[in-house]
Antibody
Framework: EVQLVQSGAEVKKPGESLKISCKGS????????IGWVRQMPGKGLEWMGI????????RYRPSFQGQVTISADKSIRTAYLQWSSLKASDTATYYC???????????WGQGTLVTVSS | SYVLTQPPSVSVAPGQTARITCGGN??????VHWYQQKPGQAPVLVVY???DRPSGIPERFSGSNSGSTATLTISRVEVGDEADYYC???????????FGTGTKVTVL
């Protein structure tokens, strides 16, 4: 069974750094890209970026380029999303999801709620 | 950038048919995928490549795509189908994934 298990909810202050994780199991981790999707409170889904763990090739939606960093450690089958300096506007639920054929997401993590507040 | 437009809401009575549209420029030339998201849960893929269903998704969920509109059809709607639904495409010109604006389906 394919599973993506994300790290737990976080409460941070503006300016702090954060790295959340997404661990894959039940499939060949290096053969499928992992995407990250943001959902702000009460809003829709926004694709942020994607990484191919096989070679760490990474692409970002332009509006997220430079704002976050996506990485992966294939030795422990885990992808990451990180911020160096959080803002209140980063408050959202973040989902990781497995991409199939570079077209769609067939399996999703349970989501990580990030709350940024002073 | 490529934009996908969905109606904000659709209301349907149990047992009836719900149709959710997704509009985009020449969307008929792209593969469209649909996700269901219930409150407090992660999205679930219900239709991919316009009209295919992942295993475990009921046959009541079907999709079509032509011209400038793709449609997700839910037949014999059940109370448990109440959720937000999102369409999605891969935009090769922008090299990124695009989600629709989302439609809230209410079962009356």
């Amino acid at each position: 069974e394919v599973q993506l298990v994300q790290s737990g909810a976080e409460v941070k202050k503006p300016g702090e750094s954060l790295k959340i994780s997404c661990k894959g199991s039940g499939y060949s981790f290096t053969n499928y890209s992992i995407g990250w999707v943001r959902q702000m409170p009460g809003k829709g889904l926004e694709w942020m970026g994607i990484i191919y763990p096989g070679d760490s090739d990474t692409r970002y939606r332009p509006s997220f380029q430079g704002q976050v960093t996506i990485s992966a450690d294939k030795s422990i089958r885990t992808a990451y999303l990180q911020w160096s300096s959080l803002k209140a506007s980063d408050t959202a639920t973040y989902y990781c999801a497995r991409s199939v054929a570079g077209e769609y997401f067939d399996n999703w993590g349970q989501g990580t709620l990030v709350t940024v507040s002073s | 950038s490529y934009v996908l437009t969905q109606p904000p809401s659709v209301s349907v009575a149990p047992g009836q048919t719900a149709r959710i549209t997704c509009g985009g420029n020449n969307i008929g030339t792209k593969s469209v995928h649909w996700y269901q998201q219930k409150p407090g849960q992660a999205p679930v893929l219900v239709v991919y490549d316009d009209s295919d269903r992942p295993s475990g998704i009921p046959e009541r969920f079907s999709g079509s795509n032509s011209g400038s509109t793709a449609t997700l059809t839910i037949s014999r709607v059940e109370v448990g189908d109440e959720a937000d639904y999102y369409c999605q495409v891969w935009d090769s010109s922008g090299d990124h994934y695009v989600f629709g604006t989302g439609t809230k389906v209410t079962v009356l």
